[in-house]
């Protein structure tokens, strides 16, 4: 069992910087991907990173990709997602989720968080 619990977001300027944390119970944290997911007003969720369970592999979405990064720190059950460069585009609720394998789709994750609104303004 692993319970995300997100935090971190608010309200930035375009070209700011939010890093993201994303805190999970359990003895078995490090067992699992991390997924980043954001849902936009009027959007679906959608994928937006994943780190492995030792943090030594990661990806991201093409939106996301030279602006985000993901990392873990397994002591401390947290993983990290630091957004640099924001747009308004990104604005939505970012969520985390775990799954026992590498997936960028929504329904491979079991455990979710209950998402940090993330806003950019122009």
């Known amino acids: 069992q692993v319970q995300p619990v997100e935090s971190g977001g608010g309200l930035v300027q375009a070209g700011g910087s939010l890093r993201l944390s994303c805190a999970a119970s359990?003895?078995?944290?490090?067992?699992?991907?991390i997924g980043w997911f954001r849902q936009a007003p009027g959007k679906g969720r959608e994928f937006v990173a994943v780190?492995?369970?030792?943090?030594?592999?990661?990806n991201y979405a093409d939106s996301a990709k030279g602006r985000f990064t993901a990392s873990r720190d397994n002591i401390r059950n947290t993983v990290y997602l630091q957004m640099n460069s924001l747009k308004p585009e990104d604005t939505a609720i970012y969520f985390c989720?775990?799954?026992?394998?590498?997936?960028?789709?929504?329904?491979?994750?079991?455990?979710w968080g209950q998402g940090t609104q993330v806003t950019v303004s122009s």
């Open positions: 780190i492995s369970q030792n943090g030594d592999y990661t």
């Open positions: 359990g003895r078995t944290f490090s067992s699992y991907y």
């Open positions: 989720a775990a799954a026992d394998h590498y997936s960028e789709m929504v329904g491979q994750y079991v455990y």
